[in-house]
């Protein structure tokens, strides 16, 4: 799986973390701004030979940072 984050729900998503064979995934995120909302989406990946395939992207999760 690859993690994207963003900064405002239809901001510019950047890739934060891959997660490789596993079958039940999380993810944290440490040194975020206390009282920012922080945007979060997931997709599948698979590496068949040298060509890697992508997933559609999840649903959009939003973080508020306590």
């Known amino acids: 799986y ?3 984050m963003a900064t405002s729900k239809n901001g510019t998503y950047s890739k934060v973390a891959t997660i ?3 079958t039940k ?3 944290v995120k ?3 701004t206390t ?3 922080y945007y979060f989406k997931v997709r599948a990946y698979k590496t068949a030979g040298d ?3 992508y ?3 999840s ?3 939003s973080v508020k940072v306590k």
């Open 25 to 27: 995934i999380s993810y």
């Open 35 to 37: 009282g920012k909302t």
């Open 30 to 32: 440490k040194s975020l």
């Open 51 to 53: 060509q890697t395939l």
């Open 55 to 57: 997933g559609s992207y």
């Open 2 to 4: 690859v993690v994207y």
């Open 20 to 22: 490789k064979g596993a």
């Open 59 to 61: 649903a959009i999760k």
